[in-house]
């Protein structure tokens, strides 16, 4: 039965993480973003509730919460700052292959170590066509894999304790490697300035590591499926995310376009300015409903989540791009600087669009699924 | 929880309404529109068939029966509605609006007619004849701003005396009965108006014109002229007693602007039908036609991508306001918001299906008709910019502020 409400529990979990979000998370975004990590203490209690391990798995002391669930969560999280909750330790994007690979396959490469509470940095590479300053090659062994070169910038990279990288080898091969062995990389700090700036920004460096071979999380076709249904789960949670962003900023902007005046008058009263809100609150909905949808379908798994996702994702970015710029152009000047939480909003928004998928290339995937017979996502 | 999986009762009423649509609508469709009408053998034997055009699931309250396992279950009026209207108007959208039954007028007769009057009109839609119903508020000088109504209603013995002109009532001509607009004293503003259920061939009541359309042709759009034209006291919708309760604030502004928390998601889901049958007709010609690579089909993959997106995205918000309808939950900003969201995209969608058909798209293709008659659903039951202002005034609620 079509149904937009949540379940009780759902609710109830969403409330705490929303109050969080607002009493806890934005009033010390600014000096997260300044100190260019998140606050231990918010982290310590984040972690207390379980807000930093929802994808993992139970026997990896995660609570392993379907994605209708956290997505809800996580949204509410953003609400409070989505820079701050990018820059949370733990598994993030990594927890979604450990929540996918079979418990045996994690056991075994965690045997030596003790990281469950670790944080992790996922660096995928397989996607050849991407233009990069440096590249990162992948060549296969007798009995492993070297590699050497350096990633694009990825989330956690400061902060990473173990990492998983997917590549391409020069056949073509995919590959997936688990790596904790600190020296095996080292970290490019760089020069960010964009936007969440507290999320441990750089890139990694490796100098002809060997990865011996029970290092291999997946290879070939199995690697391919892998890294699918990881794709689809890192799209959606992400979106979800942008979608909370996206609720900061309407809300931010339509209290405050309600008590400034001009001309006399609140501005809310002048229709160029409550247009925009009522379009703001439309495309915040859309990317809403639509990260809902493909949450409960990758949940099912479903065969079209691949492509919900990405479309929830292309949605996102675009919807998250337009909100907070309208929320700092609406706020004019004092939208520019930084007294007021828009301009980093906005900011924060861009970077998380550039590191998760561009645009164009999420709606060309949908579009070749959508020619190549996949119509189910508009015709129900 | 949160699901967007269709009941059996909906997935029922979903592929029923779709096979109708596509067994009956659409092969009369561009003849219909070449005729500028629907023909009436067509309307008789869909009217045999019990089809009606249902706008509102008002009825599914004052019919619904009160046992304990029925009271229980979760009314899905609206959500039906939405389904089975999106499927007609994929259908044709023309000759959808004009399949017999209550139609826009059957609304305010349902959520503000007193139990007398739901019986004396709704009854009417039997399947011994095609009947319609209409609902009459527009005028030349007032639309968008319904408060500024002109036609007015004299007070006389035993009922009122109405004077004044309607514009584009859908299926006007042919209706039976047309709920009709007008202020008792214009003076009062939006408390002067009331409501009232003109029947066909009542002295001084007429249809002068049938407007001419950049689309919907098969469909028929009145102009209606009331020149003193008496009408009893017991059409006045909802009855004398209920304006004369001080604490009462029904008027008819206010049974005008309650049905559209209903039938906006019905015009939404039309207006996603159409863009749907327009997505479609054009995915069928790229899968067939285009290069599989290249720049024609770049171009494609990205249109067809952004089209098929806007669809789900507008069928969400529009099945969320009628989910809300259902519940009783508050749905004026929802209804809004599909409402504006799907008017807009829906004439975007056929606009890019024709930039993906090229100049042949011209010549015969159906997206070209869509096209012209998907324009007014971004106009009628209230314009984009209505809508804007309907979803900015409940966002801005919360702070007292009435923009």
Same mark, same amino acid.
């Given at each position: ?14 409330e705490?993480?929303k ?18 990590h ?23 002391e ?27 330790p733990?598994a993030n ?10 418990e ?34 992948i ?9 050497q ?6 989330r ?30 080292t ?27 029970n ?12 890294l ?11 979106a ?21 005046k ?28 639509l ?55 906005m ?24 020619i ?9 | ?8 009762q909906?997935k ?49 309250n004052?019919?619904?029966k ?5 009271s ?13 209207? #999106? ?19 059957g ?9 007398e ?21 527009? #005028? ?10 002109r ?11 109405l ?13 039976s ?9 214009a003076?009062?503003?939006r ?5 009232f259920?003109v ?8 249809c ?40 009462s ?6 049974v ?75 749905n ?9 969201y ?17 100049p042949?798209g011209?010549?015969g ?39």
């Open positions: 039965m079509i149904s937009f409400r949540p379940t009780e529990e759902e609710t109830s979990f969403i705490v993480a109050n969080i979000a607002k009493d806890k998370i934005r009033p010390i975004a600014r000096e997260c973003e300044q100190n260019r998140v606050d231990k203490n918010l982290i310590n209690e984040l972690a207390e509730l379980g807000f930093l391990s929802l994808e993992l798995p139970e026997y990896f995660g609570l392993e919460l379907p994605l209708i669930t956290q997505v809800q969560l996580v949204q509410a999280l953003s609400y409070g700052d989505l820079d701050v909750v990018q820059g949370l733990g994007d990594a927890a979604s292959i450990i929540r996918i690979l079979p045996s396959t994690v056991t075994n490469l965690t045997k030596d170590v003790q990281i469950n509470h670790g944080t992790a940095a996922f660096v995928n590479t397989v996607n050849t066509d991407e233009v990069r300053e440096d590249r990162l090659f060549t296969e062994e007798a009995d492993g894999y070297i590699l070169g350096t990633s694009q910038p990825v956690m990279a400061s902060f990473a304790e173990y990492m998983i990288v997917a590549a391409k080898n020069s056949q073509g091969k995919s590959v997936i490697l688990w790596l904790d062995n600190h020296n095996h990389w970290v490019e700090q760089g020069d960010y300035r964009l936007g969440l700036l507290a999320s441990g920004l750089g890139r990694f460096s490796f100098d002809g590591v060997y990865i011996p071979k290092c291999v999380v997946a290879e070939g076709y199995t690697a391919d499926d892998l699918r249904q990881v794709r689809t789960r890192i799209r959606i949670l992400q979800a995310k942008e979608v909370g962003l996206m609720e900061a900023a309407l809300d931010y902007v339509t209290e405050y376009t309600a008590e400034r001009a001309f006399g008058q609140v501005i809310a009263k002048f229709q160029g300015v409550s247009f925009r809100i009522a379009s703001m609150a439309m495309e915040t909905r859309i990317s809403n409903h990260v809902k949808e493909a949450a409960i379908k990758a949940d099912e798994q479903g065969s079209e989540s691949d492509g919900l996702a990405s479309r929830a994702l292309y949605r996102a970015h675009r919807s998250v791009r337009y909100i907070t710029d309208s929320a700092v152009q609406l706020l004019g000047g004092h939208g520019f600087v930084q007294e007021f939480p828009v301009e980093k909003w900011r924060d928004a861009q970077a998380q669009v550039s590191l998760y998928g561009r645009e164009k290339d999420l709606l060309f995937q949908r579009g070749e699924q959508i190549a017979g996949t119509k189910e996502g508009a015709l129900q | 929880m949160i699901s967007f999986e269709l009941s059996e909906q029922q009423i979903k592929e029923m309404t779709h096979w109708f649509a596509a067994n009956e609508i659409r092969p009369i469709a561009m003849k219909a529109e070449k005729m500028e009408r629907v023909p009436d053998d067509w309307l008789d034997n869909v009217n045999r068939m019990g089809i009606h055009l249902n706008t509102s699931s008002f009825s599914e004052s019919t619904q009160t046992s304990a396992k029925d229980k279950k979760e009314r899905e009026g609206n959500r039906m509605g939405v389904l089975a209207t #999106e499927e007609m108007a994929w259908g044709d959208p023309a000759v959808t609006l004009s399949l017999p039954g209550a139609g826009l007028g609304p305010p007769v349902e959520s503000s007619g007193t139990p009057q739901k019986k004396r009109f709704l009854s009417i839609f039997t399947k011994d004849k095609p009947r319609w119903g209409a609902y009459a508020l527009t #005028e030349p000088e007032a639309g968008s701003d319904a408060s500024g109504i036609t007015t209603a004299k007070k006389v013995a035993g009922g009122y005396i004077n004044g002109q309607k514009i584009f009532i859908t299926n006007g001509e042919r209706a009965w047309v709920v009709v607009f007008a202020t008792v004293d003076s009062r503003g408390a002067g108006q009331r409501a259920v029947e066909k061939g009542t002295s001084g009541f007429s002068t014109r049938l407007a001419k359309k950049m689309g919907l042709r098969a469909n028929e759009t009145a102009e209606l002229l009331l020149e003193d034209c008496f009408v009893p006291q017991e059409n006045l919708l909802g009855g004398e007693q209920v304006y004369e309760t001080s604490n604030k029904q008027t008819g502004f206010q005008a602007m309650k049905t559209f928390d209903s039938t906006r998601p019905i015009v939404a889901a039309m207006a996603i039908g159409i863009a749907r049958a327009a997505y479609e007709y054009t995915l069928d010609i790229v899968q067939r036609d285009y290069p599989k690579q290249g720049r024609y089909f770049l171009l494609a993959s990205e249109i067809l991508a952004e089209v098929e997106q806007d669809i789900a995205a507008a069928r969400l918000l529009t099945w969320e306001a009628a989910w809300k309808a259902d519940l009783g939950l508050a004026a900003k929802e209804a809004a918001m599909c409402k504006a799907s008017g807009k995209m829906s004439l975007d969608v056929c606009s890019k299906c024709l930039e993906l058909l090229g042949d011209l010549d293709h159906p997206v070209e008709k869509l096209y012209r008659d998907v324009k007014v659903f971004d106009i009628f039951e209230g314009t984009n910019q209505v809508q804007h202002l309907v979803i900015a005034r409940r966002q801005y609620a919360p702070y007292g502020i009435k923009v």
